[in-house]
């Protein structure tokens, strides 16, 4: 055998083991992804759907237990689920959008918005970035608790309705963060007003559908009623429906009304990484953080103004992983959800639930073990 014959064979043997070796540890994932849901997750109870991808190789695909108990309707890829906050993903680039046509800036005030506001001066000092980096200092005076009725219908206009007669502020714009729900409900009547139609409609029209999102829905009072999962709670060792009807603000759509699939939202982080949305300058300045010239907290700031955006898995809880993650979760009613992004490792997650299960945890685990990422 000549010299470079057998170094071509050499080189065969080596990628034949590394093709080995990555389809066994493929392999692995999956088994054990599968050993660690097949105990959160029953056939006959509520569940979800689960989506791994690294580059243009799915490394898990699943979904588990049923999206109606009544019917009995399994969950599926295809299976309309609330997906919660990361609805504030949608309604941020819709203000993105609206910003790169000229119609607003980040930087207007809610007063430009807003001119009802009872403490014009409040109005006049916050800007459409605080509410899109949950700096805006606004306190939630819903009162929600008090009147969970009037909340279990109230709509984005009468979810924001209090905050425009607060008197003071919890903190000057731009000087901490504090989460907050009613704030994008704001944001989504600012696109109201700005567009000239219903947020929902610019949504559709400007995201789901260059995302090619057919199934995606954003409620304006009812829920979607096909293909769609229900939200339950366990109470006294049994599976109760806690959505619409049962969990107050739910209505509201600028917070949480964006209802959708894995097979969807697999289409939405495509379209960000091909900028079909919009530009990709601006998709690119989304995932990155910019710290407020007067941040007077001690940690960094870690919102981007559509994204959470931090070293490890979560915001403010440090893990031994070190990857820069860009996420967002959602938890309404019986409905949690992430979807996530590690650029450095080309990888992407997106997980629905209708059991009230939080899972990412397990996830995060097993991809670390198995060295998907680090």
């Known amino acids: 055998m000549s010299g470079l014959s057998y170094l071509f064979s050499v080189l065969l043997v080596v990628l034949f083991s590394i093709s080995c070796s990555a389809q066994s540890r493929d ?19 509520p569940g979800g759907s689960i989506f791994i991808q690294q580059g243009e190789k799915v490394l898990y695909e699943k979904s588990f237990g049923l999206a109606n108990l009544q019917t009995k309707e399994k969950f599926t890829s295809k299976t309309v689920s609330n997906t919660g906050s990361i609805t504030k993903t949608f309604v941020a680039y819709g203000i993105l959008i609206l910003q790169d046509r000229k119609k607003l800036s980040v930087e207007d005030p ?7 506001f009872k403490n014009k001066s409040i109005a006049a000092k916050i800007q459409l970035r605080h509410l899109l980096t949950h700096t805006s200092g606004l306190p939630d005076i819903r009162g929600v608790e008090k009147d969970s009725v009037f909340y279990l219908t109230a709509k984005d206009e009468e979810n924001f309705q209090p905050l425009k007669l607060t008197d003071s502020l919890n903190f000057e714009p731009g000087s901490k963060w504090e989460y907050s729900n009613p704030s994008y409900n704001g944001l989504a009547l600012v696109i109201e007003k700005t567009s000239k139609m219903k947020w929902q409609r610019f949504i559709d029209l400007n995201i789901f559908k260059p995302s090619g999102m057919k199934n995606s829905k954003i409620t304006d009072g009812k829920y979607p009623d096909k293909n769609v999962a229900h939200g339950y709670i366990l109470k006294n060792n049994q599976y ?12 509201a759509a600028g917070n949480g009304g964006v209802w959708s699939s894995i097979e969807d939202l697999r289409k939405y982080v495509k379209a960000m990484q091909k900028c079909k949305i919009t530009h990709c300058d601006i ?4 995932k990155t953080v910019q710290t407020p010239e007067n941040w007077k907290k001690e940690n960094p ?10 070293k490890g898995f979560y915001a403010e809880q ?33 997980w ?18 198995l060295k998907y990422i680090d």
């Open 352 to 369: 629905l639930t209708n059991n009230n299960t939080f899972i990412t945890g397990h996830i995060r685990r097993i991809l670390l073990k």
């Open 301 to 310: 700031m870690f919102h981007s103004g559509v994204w959470f955006v931090h």
């Open 318 to 350: 440090k893990t031994e992983e070190s990857v820069d993650v860009i996420e967002h979760a959602g938890d309404q009613g019986g409905f949690k959800s992430h979807l996530i992004m590690i650029p450095e490792k080309n990888i992407s997650i997106i």
């Open 110 to 116: 809610l007063l430009k918005f807003f001119p009802d």
């Open 27 to 45: 392999e692995l994932l999956k088994m054990k992804l599968d050993s660690a849901f097949s105990g959160i997750f029953r056939d006959n109870e």
């Open 283 to 286: 998709i690119e300045s989304s």
């Open 240 to 251: 109760q429906e806690y959505d619409y009807g049962e969990y107050p603000t739910f209505t």
